[in-house]
């Protein structure tokens, strides 16, 4: 799933990249606005097996998203579910959420 969404948000005009940090803890899509920028602006969470393997749910769902808005990123959380059930509505919601922080950083 992690693939089909970063196709989706290239296909939109985004540019993308995969599993960014160390160890177990990364951010499954990083967003940058050119491929020139240094820094990614935002990120996509996704509830992939990895997260499901950790049972700490204090750092899924809080130190984990907290750690990399601190760092500036907008963080969106991307349910596997949700995709495959409803990937307009989702895909609506995260161009809502992307465009305009995309225009706050120029």
Do not use: R
């Not at 509830?47 to 907290?66: C, I, T």
């Amino acid at each position: 799933m992690v693939y089909e969404i970063e196709q989706w948000l290239q296909a939109n005009g985004f540019i993308t990249k995969i599993n960014i940090g160390q160890s177990h803890f990364k951010c499954h899509i990083g967003i940058k606005k050119n491929l020139t920028d240094k820094l990614f602006f935002a990120g996509i969470l996704i509830d992939d097996s990895v997260h499901y393997q950790n049972n700490d749910v204090l750092e899924q769902y809080l130190f984990k998203p907290e750690i990399l808005k601190n760092s500036g990123w907008k963080i969106i959380q991307v349910l596997t579910k949700d995709w495959y059930e409803n990937k307009e509505k989702i895909s609506e919601n995260l161009l809502k959420q992307l465009h305009p922080l995309e225009k706050k950083i120029d």
